[in-house]
């Protein structure tokens, strides 16, 4: 069974296209270091819930969407190293450390997690 590292990212609708290529750089990267799948989605069909929801849980603001990402692994393992690698990859920096005016979107409010596959078809 594989595995998959998920994210939500909150985006200001007129950054979308910034984000998309930067989005794009990073899948490569990932798919170089050894990632067998990269997806990025943008949002289509999330209202806000009543106590839950996409937007709710990135704090979406007036003007921002919702990135759904996922990046698919053969194993835990083999995500570990692929992380580990794109991590010291200078071409790829790190959100978190960036001054907020130079990523197009907010790193504070993305959230992510590793996912270990329950069912695959």
Known sequence: MSYVDG?????????LEEYRK????????????????VV?????????GEVTSFPRSVQARDGETVVFSCIRYASRE???????????????????????SETPFDPRRMFWGGFGVLVER
């Open 7 to 15: 994210y939500v990212i909150p985006v200001p609708q007129d950054r």
């Open 22 to 37: 930067q989005a794009d750089l990073a899948a490569q990267i990932w798919r170089e270091h050894g990632a067998l799948e």
């Open 40 to 48: 990025e989605c943008v949002a289509d069909d999330v209202a806000p």
């Open 78 to 100: 083999q995500r570990d190293r692929v992380n580990a690698a794109v991590m010291a990859d200078p071409r790829l920096p790190c959100p978190q450390k960036m001054p907020e």
